[in-house]
């Protein structure tokens, strides 16, 4: 066990884990924040993501001690009220049925969005492709994206 600092949401956190435990488990188990779902656990599914320093990760593979300085966002630390604009279309356009796996498709779409701000389908379609969704709503998913983007 050690100590790792972390920088998540803008806010430092501490946690007492070993080196190798994922950091899904840290912001779940550790810090309280489960916003980030667990779906496989082995990098498949997309239902885990967040952001290290603006890039979507599998968190369910992704070693605590691999972070260091990295600044991490999780879907808590995306908007104050729930409004940061991929979120606002994701309402807009109703795209959750059950909605276990949309904290991992909206960080998906934020990290393709700060780096495309206007993508077209394809590349769209590209970058959500390996974002599972039990419930099918790929559809409004997509919709939501391209809105958000507009
Ligand atoms: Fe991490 Fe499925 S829980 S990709």
Redesign the pocket.
Known sequence: MAIYKLQINGRSYEADVEADTPL?WVLRDNLGLVGT?????????????VHVNGNAI????YPVSAVGESKITTIEGLSEKGDHPVQLAWDEVDVPQCGYCQA?QIMTATALLQKNPNPNTEEIENAMNGN?CRCGTYHRIREAVALAAT
Do not use: D, H, M, N
Request: include cysteine; charge should be positive.
């Open positions: 899904l779902k667990y779906g496989c656990g082995i990098a498949q599914c997309g239902a885990c993501t599998r968190s369910c593979v991992g599972i």
